[in-house]
T-cell receptor, first 117, second 112 residues
Framework: GAVVSQHPSWVICKSGTSVKIECRSLDFQATTMFWYRQFPKQSLMLMATSNEGSKATYEQGVEKDKFLINHASLTLSTLTVTSAHPEDSSFYIC?????????????FGPGTRLTVL | GENVEQHPSTLSVQEGDSAVIKCTYSDSASNYFPWYKQELGKRPQLIIDIRSNVGEKKDQRIAVTLNKTAKHFSLHITETQPEDSAVYFCAASNGGADGLTFGKGTHLIIQP
């Protein structure tokens, strides 16, 4: 149990276009979903926290108008990178915590590698 | 906000020996401390976690210790095997709806 999926697994886009990444909890309901970004050979950095039906909370330095997060249900959160530029190229990983049981444990998706040309 | 320091950045040990990775955190309100193993291009995998009401936790070859007073926690891997080679991250959070603050990672290399 506790499987999180992401789609797509990789995407290449042109500078100036928008890209949407989906994060789904497949076999559990998630109270909260998180979005992280990981640059090559670096650590994971928390971008934002989202709860179903409410606005996402963004970390300092993360532009909320550039990284749009929608958490429409207890199993789906989406991250849209608007007007992407080469510096947005990174590995984007989501995680989710369960609605019931241990609410501390975060289950990570497989990540989405974004390359902006 | 929380700041997590992790050492060393690279650790090379002989197969069969033990490996220890150390982390310190700054926010005394943090109460959840997971450790993740990440292989190149893949998702982080939770290998063990500890909560602030416990000083030590063990799972087969892996153990974690927590010193709340000193605000540091450590990962211990015994009888290392080649498949233990990966990047290991420590993290801290207030638990529940709070995101994780990660350390910078330790590249563990197991020499055959």
């Amino acid at each position: 149990g506790a499987v999180v999926s992401q789609h797509p697994s990789w995407v290449i886009c042109k500078s100036g276009t928008s890209v949407k990444i989906e994060c789904r909890s497949l076999d559990f309901q998630a109270t909260t979903m998180f979005w992280y970004r990981q640059f090559p050979k670096q650590s994971l950095m928390l971008m934002a926290t989202s709860n179903e039906g409410s606005k996402a909370t963004y970390e300092q330095g993360v532009e909320k108008d550039k990284f749009l997060i929608n958490h429409a249900s207890l199993t789906l959160s989406t991250l849209t990178v608007t007007s992407a530029h080469p510096e947005d190229s990174s590995f984007y990983i989501c995680s989710a915590t369960r609605l019931a049981g241990s609410t501390d444990t975060q289950y990570f998706g497989p990540g989405t590698r974004l390359t902006v040309l | 906000g929380e700041n997590v320091e992790q050492h060393p950045s690279t650790l090379s040990v002989q197969e069969g020996d033990s490996a220890v990775i150390k982390c310190t955190y700054s926010d005394s309100a943090s109460n959840y401390f997971p450790w993740y193993k990440q292989e190149l291009g893949k998702r982080p995998q939770l290998i063990i976690d500890i909560r602030s009401n416990v000083g030590e936790k063990k799972d087969q070859r892996i153990a974690v210790t927590l010193n709340k007073t000193a605000k540091h926690f450590s990962l211990h891997i015994t009888e290392t095997q080649p498949e233990d080679s990966a990047v290991y991250f420590c993290a801290a959070s207030n638990g529940g709806a709070d995101g994780l603050t990660f350390g910078k990672g330790t590249h563990l290399i197991i020499q055959p």
